[in-house]
């Protein structure tokens, strides 16, 4: 499970499924000098966005990530 205090600019790097749930968000916070200083929830708070409807997205496509990996 991805913790929701994850820096930003970590859960991309660790991640990299995560952008297009967060593009798709409307959030481009990848670019953002921020990324490396807040949290996912945080800068999801900061946009006005359901943090754990995105959370449980951002885990699916993790999980499928990993299954289609293998």
Do not use: R
């Amino acid at each position: 499970m991805i913790s929701k205090d994850i820096k930003i600019i970590d859960l991309v790097n660790e991640y990299p499924e995560a952008v297009t749930v967060l593009q798709d968000n409307g959030v481009g916070c990848m670019g953002c000098m921020l990324a490396h200083s807040e949290t996912i929830a945080e800068g999801l708070t900061a946009h006005g966005l359901d943090v754990d409807k995105i959370m449980k997205e951002i885990e699916e496509a993790t999980a499928k990530a990993a299954k289609d990996a293998s």
